[in-house]
């Protein structure tokens, strides 16, 4: 059992940056893929980025790349999506979601799911 925690999650202006922060409590944290996901009102929930077990493996969903990076620290149990340049289209819920494999695009593969932490883009 992996309980996750999001944070980080605040009002931003447009261009500016965030880092989200997501601490797993529970044991085996780095034999999970982690991924962040996020979900605006009235849109449904889209992947955002996702890191394997070992790091080496990370994707990102096409409007975020070279924009946001996703990050892990298996020593903390945490995982980082460090965002630059927000945009108002960035304005979501974002969560955190554990998957038991070395990693997962669906999101029926992902076990454990954070609480979400908001991220409100605006001046």
């Known amino acids: 059992q992996v309980h996750l925690v999001e944070s980080g999650g605040r009002l931003v202006q447009p261009g500016g940056s965030l880092r989200l922060s997501c601490t797993a409590s529970?044991?085996?944290?780095?034999?999970?893929?982690m991924a962040w996901f996020r979900q605006a009102p009235g849109k449904e929930r889209e992947l955002v980025g996702l890191i394997s077990v070992g790091g080496g493996i990370t994707y990102y969903t096409d409007s975020v790349k070279g924009r946001f990076t996703i990050s892990r620290d298996n020593a903390k149990n945490t995982v980082y999506l460090q965002m630059n340049r927000l945009s108002s289209d960035d304005t979501a819920g974002y969560y955190c979601a554990a998957c038991s494999k070395l990693a997962c695009r669906d999101q029926t593969e992902y076990n454990f799911w954070g609480q979400g932490t908001q991220v409100t883009v605006s001046s």
């Open positions: 529970g044991r085996g944290f780095s034999n999970y893929a």
